[in-house]
Every structure is written in structure tokens, then in C-alpha cells.
């Protein structure tokens, strides 16, 4: 069975604290993924990887960063966690084929910050 | 610029009947689509897909009908059930790019 899996179900974090949020998945994917969804404004990318030390912004990157220092981790890192950076934050992986991008996600991570 | 619409948050369905979720896009460069089903506190989990090519698929309950000249696709669950009761995403993607744009989801909620 298929997994991606996410460090923590649920963090609260105060402002400022750096916070740091894990996946890992046992596919052998080559790509993956980090959004968050918000309530009305569905799933948006904040930074993807498709390489081990490769990164690429989303649509939304300020005030985070990643790194992926092994093919199966990517680490979501918030530098100084902002009350604004609450949400429900989804770590996805699909394979290298370009198109035919079915993703797969974990199970999320529900982030408060207070 | 949302490229992925989804212009009905909610959408209410008595069990039996059928589910019609719309979604349209404005990016001619996608050529693949794909709908996720997520429950609370669940990561989505992926539901059915359309390459560009065909204008539908179907998959037991479930069909996609991809219209290209209006940018427009469907999802119908027929016949709709409870437990088919989540919120639906519309995704799509272009055959150069790894990443999907998500459209902002529809709640569905089947009545007994």
C-alpha cells in the first residue's frame, strides 16, 4: 500500500517560531509537492520538488522555504510562522512522467498559529 | 488568475439521484484533468481523469465529460450515495509540466 505520510496531524505554533513540517513517501517518486488549502480558495502550491536538492516556487512561496535532501523527504519550512499561516498544509508526491500527473497526497497537517 | 474554476461551493444531492460538478478552465495548454475527492481531515485522494484526446471516461459511478471548446468539464456520480458526501476538486495540467492547478472545490452533500 501506497504512502505518503506527514510528521504531525496537528502543531499550534506561536508567531514567530520557525516550524518546520515533514513528509516522506515510499514510492520512489521523483516529484513532490507542498500546499496548503484555505477554506474558498481550494489547494495552492507553495513550492514543489522534482530532484533531490531541486526546488521550484509555486504560486505562493513568501514566507517558506524546502529542502529535500533525500528523494523520499521534503521538509516545509516556516522561517517565522505568521498568524496568516494558519491552514491545513497537504505534502503530495507523483512520479517523473510529465502530463499524466496523478499526485498523491498524506494526510495533511493542520497548523495554528497563535 | 484563477486558471481552474470551480463556481459552486456546494452542491446538495438526495442519495439515488445524480451528482453534476462543473469546473471550467481558462489555459489552453492543459491537456489532462483529473477530479479528487477529500474528506475532512484527509489528504484528497484521486477519483477519475481525462487526457485532452477523449471527451469522456468512465469509471463504475462515476464520469468525466471534458467539452475543449468551451473549456469545461464535469463530474457525474450516478446514482449518488452518503458516503459520496465530501468536498470535490478539479485539477489540471500541462503534458510539460509536473505540477497540477487545483480549482478551489465544490461540497457535496448527499442526502438519505
Same mark, same amino acid.
Given at each position: 500500500?501506497? @504512502?505518503?505520510?506527514?510528521?504531525?496531524? !496537528?502543531? =499550534?505554533? +506561536?508567531?514567530?517560531?520557525?516550524? &518546520?513540517?515533514?513528509?516522506?513517501?515510499?514510492?520512489?517518486?521523483?516529484?513532490?509537492?507542498?500546499?496548503?488549502?484555505?477554506?474558498?480558495?481550494?489547494?495552492?502550491?507553495?513550492?514543489?520538488?522534482?530532484?533531490?536538492?531541486?526546488?521550484? @516556487?509555486?504560486?505562493?512561496?513568501?514566507? !517558506?522555504? =524546502?529542502? +529535500?535532501?533525500?528523494?523520499?523527504? &521534503?521538509?516545509?519550512?516556516?522561517?517565522?510562522?505568521?498568524?496568516?499561516?494558519?491552514?491545513?498544509?497537504?505534502?503530495?508526491?507523483?512520479?517523473?512522467?510529465?502530463?499524466?500527473?496523478?499526485?498523491?497526497?498524506?494526510?495533511?497537517?493542520?497548523?495554528?498559529?497563535? | 488568475?484563477?486558471?481552474?474554476?470551480?463556481?459552486?461551493?456546494?452542491?446538495?444531492?438526495?442519495?439515488?439521484?445524480?451528482?453534476?460538478?462543473?469546473?471550467?478552465?481558462?489555459?489552453?495548454?492543459?491537456?489532462?484533468?483529473?477530479?479528487?475527492?477529500?474528506?475532512?481531515?484527509?489528504?484528497?485522494?484521486?477519483?477519475?481523469?481525462?487526457?485532452?484526446?477523449?471527451?469522456?471516461?468512465?469509471?463504475?459511478?462515476?464520469?468525466?465529460?471534458?467539452?475543449?471548446?468551451?473549456?469545461?468539464?464535469?463530474?457525474?456520480?450516478?446514482?449518488?450515495?452518503?458516503?459520496?458526501?465530501?468536498?470535490?476538486?478539479?485539477?489540471?495540467?500541462?503534458?510539460?509540466?509536473?505540477?497540477?492547478?487545483?480549482?478551489?472545490?465544490?461540497?457535496?452533500?448527499?442526502?438519505?
Amino acid at each position: 500500500d501506497v @504512502k505518503v505520510t506527514q510528521s504531525s496531524r !496537528y502543531l =499550534v505554533k +506561536r508567531t514567530g517560531e520557525k516550524v &518546520f513540517l515533514e513528509c516522506v513517501q515510499d514510492m520512489d517518486h521523483e516529484n513532490m509537492f507542498w500546499y496548503r488549502q484555505d477554506p474558498g480558495l481550494g489547494l495552492r502550491l507553495i513550492y514543489f520538488s522534482y530532484d533531490v536538492k531541486m526546488k521550484e @516556487k509555486g504560486d505562493i512561496p513568501e514566507g !517558506y522555504s =524546502v529542502s +529535500r535532501e533525500k528523494k523520499e523527504r &521534503f521538509s516545509l519550512i516556516l522561517e517565522s510562522a505568521s498568524t496568516n499561516q494558519t491552514s491545513m498544509y497537504l505534502c503530495a508526491s507523483s512520479s517523473r512522467g510529465l502530463g499524466n500527473n496523478e499526485q498523491f497526497f498524506g494526510p495533511g497537517t493542520r497548523l495554528t498559529v497563535l | 488568475d484563477q486558471q481552474v474554476k470551480q463556481n459552486s461551493p456546494s452542491l446538495s444531492v438526495q442519495e439515488g439521484r445524480i451528482s453534476i460538478l462543473n469546473c471550467d478552465y481558462t489555459n489552453s495548454m492543459f491537456d489532462y484533468f483529473l477530479w479528487y475527492k477529500k474528506y475532512p481531515a484527509e489528504g484528497p485522494t484521486f477519483l477519475i481523469s481525462i487526457s485532452s484526446i477523449k471527451d469522456k471516461n468512465e469509471d463504475g459511478r462515476f464520469t468525466v465529460f471534458l467539452n475543449k471548446s468551451a473549456k469545461h468539464l464535469s463530474l457525474h456520480i450516478v446514482p449518488s450515495q452518503p458516503g459520496d458526501s465530501a468536498v470535490y476538486f478539479c485539477a489540471a495540467s500541462g503534458s510539460s509540466a509536473r505540477q497540477l492547478t487545483f480549482g478551489s472545490g465544490t461540497q457535496l452533500t448527499v442526502l438519505p
